[in-house]
């Protein structure tokens, strides 16, 4: 049996661990917060744009724009978004199993350093990568959608995907790979808009609506509007998966330390009366054998 | 009957009220909307926005973005929107000269350029909407 200074050297270590496991929850609980909030704050927005396409979608067939054409796939264009730190359970993990499975050729962008690490040590074709501030501004994730329109328009990658861990709630986060562009029919996209959007009511007003300056000019505006607006939007869902998978993967470390310092206090315990009735059985041998 | 007028940008929904008219800069100039304007969609520019409910008249400046006229519903989609008396001048004018500082220093081929350059703008539009209040 251990020793009891050496089961109290463990149960102090353990409890070391328990105090810094409970305080990143905490942390990782009031980000996830603020987190879900922005989520939430840009809802009205994309709901709106949703709402707008809608309307625009009766006039779609007399108009053309690079993002809705179908091209032959010879090169995807991946967005890998992972987290900067770790500690968040099995997060990156998941993702990275679903960027093994892409076989075809592929160009990888990635926000996060944890993915680009993995794409780097797996050598895969990382065309750029960026880190993003955990207050997550509109701003930081339109370079990220600009440089990879370029490459869109300009015909290096046929495709632009999205790697994310999708929030779902607070203990689910699914890794999903959404493709963004091409818009290959913007009736279902449109369709996925409002869905996303989640109930976008039309009001009544069946007038013809008035497009100004026309119809193809106010599509050609909009339509990349909404290809940043939608990766802006999963950039912010994976931040609240990041936290709540941090939040969950700290409080079962949490629990896990909490459990271990029950049974090494119980061992402790233990030792101690082991030795303790050893010194009395060694103090009473030493009196029968002096009477 | 009264016109409902919504300004949302990414951030949060910025005004949202029932107004007797307002005035949207678009790119092809302002246009005012009354109740019972014709369902209308079209882009926003740089500007101010005015809004008149019970004869005040509350100044906005927007940036680029989209505008939707629908059933007495004034829809506003614009990528930054601040009302009059939230600029702070000394603020503002501190960013312009940050903003033109750094814009001078990016060709215009650089993908930050359009952001500095929808930047300074939008700046441009909260100094001449706060300047001409005066």
Known sequence: MASTRDIRRRIKSVKNTRQITKAMELVAASKMKKAQQAALAGRAYTQLMAKMLARLGPRIAEVKHPFLDQREIKTRGILLITTDKGLCGPLNANLFKHVVEVRSPAKFFSIGRKGSQFLARTKRDLVAEFTVSDRLAFAEVKPVVELMVKAYLEGQIDTIEVIYPRFKNTLVQEPTVRPVLPLTSLGEFIANAQREAGDVTTTEDNRDMVFEPSAQEVLEALIPFYVNRHIYQLVVSARASEHSARMVAMKTAKDNATKLLGDLTLEYNKARQAAITAEILEIAAAQFASV | ?134
Do not use: W
């Not at chain 2, 300004?7 to 100039?29: F, K, L, N």
């Open chain 2, 1 to 134: 009957m009264a016109l409902t007028l919504e300004i949302v940008t990414p951030e949060a929904r910025v005004y949202s009220d029932t107004i007797d008219t307002v005035v949207i800069p678009t790119v092809q100039g302002e246009i005012g909307i009354l109740a019972g304007h014709i369902p209308l969609l079209t882009q926003v520019e740089y500007g101010e926005l005015r809004v008149t409910k019970g004869g005040v008249e509350t100044r906005l400046a927007v940036g680029k973005g989209f505008a939707q006229v629908e059933g007495d519903v004034v829809s506003v989609l614009a990528e930054h929107a601040i009302t009059e008396s939230k600029i702070d001048e000394a603020v503002v004018e501190e960013a312009l000269k940050r903003a033109e500082q750094t814009l001078r220093f990016t060709k215009p081929e650089d993908f930050e350029y359009e952001r500095l350059q929808n930047m300074v703008n939008f700046i441009g539009a909260q100094l001449a909407l706060k300047r001409r209040g005066r």
